[in-house]
């Protein structure tokens, strides 16, 4: 397995563009999360996905905000309007299973680094 | 707030000699703790876990202790080589999701 992809891998964009992530989950894997990552605050979950249904989205910043997955090979993330606080990498992950034993461990993807100018 | 705390934004060590990575938490729910190593461009690779039932697990030249009463855990690395360079994050589990540290970057200098 190629494990999770991620694309596009750089995006620079002007204030007010919209930002559209995408992410191809490991196949056979159930969950795909969505990660933010910033100096101040680590790796902050912004939302996830159980067998394609949004589960939890409370981590998503604002209504600018929105996720997808419209099907089990398929996810996005979209930033609209963008702004330059929205600047970070943004990691996706997938799983077999929720959190808190082993197995579940989830896969990463190498992350899109945002740049909004 | 910070519920997982990694306070060493950097740490340097010298090949071969140990290197001690702190992380420490504030919810006593937390039960299952993992350490992520991330490289350059790459996305966080898992690298070794323990449940709240031990506290201690090996693997290799990696192993993680955990103590409750402190609510703090640690990963030693014995005995440290440069690949080892890289970005370490804790995360901690009490429900369904993982609440990440911010990273410590450690150096093995050759």
């Known amino acids: 397995d190629a494990g999770v992809i991620q694309s596009p891998r750089h995006e620079v964009t002007e204030m007010g563009q919209e930002v559209t992530l995408r992410c191809k989950p490991i196949s056979g894997h159930d969950y795909l999360f969505w990660y933010r990552q910033t100096m101040m605050r680590g790796l902050e979950l912004l939302i996830y996905?159980?067998?394609?249904?949004?589960?939890?989205d409370s981590g998503m910043p604002e209504d600018r905000f929105s996720a997808k997955m419209p099907n089990a090979s398929f996810s996005t993330l979209k930033i609209q309007p963008s702004e330059p606080r929205d600047s970070a990498v943004y990691f996706c992950a997938s799983s077999f299973g929720l959190a808190g034993v082993p197995g579940d461990e989830q896969f990463f993807g190498p992350g899109t680094r945002l740049t909004v100018l | 707030d910070q519920q997982v705390k990694q306070n060493s934004p950097s740490l340097s060590v010298q090949e071969g000699r140990i290197s001690i990575l702190n992380c420490d938490y504030t919810?006593?729910?937390?039960?299952?703790f993992l350490w992520y190593k991330k490289y350059p461009a790459e996305g966080p690779t898992f690298l070794i876990s323990?449940?709240?039932?031990?506290d201690k697990n090996e693997d290799g030249r990696f192993t993680v202790f955990l103590n409750k009463s402190a609510k703090h855990l640690s990963l030693h690395i014995v005995p440290s080589q440069p690949g080892d360079s890289a970005v370490y994050f804790c995360?901690?589990?009490?429900?369904?999701?993982?609440?990440f540290g911010t990273g410590t970057r450690l150096k093995v200098l050759a």
């Open positions: 919810n006593s729910m937390f039960d299952y």
């Open positions: 323990i449940s709240s039932i031990k």
């Open positions: 995360a901690a589990s009490g429900t369904y999701k993982y609440i």
């Open positions: 996905f159980n067998n394609n249904v949004p589960i939890d």
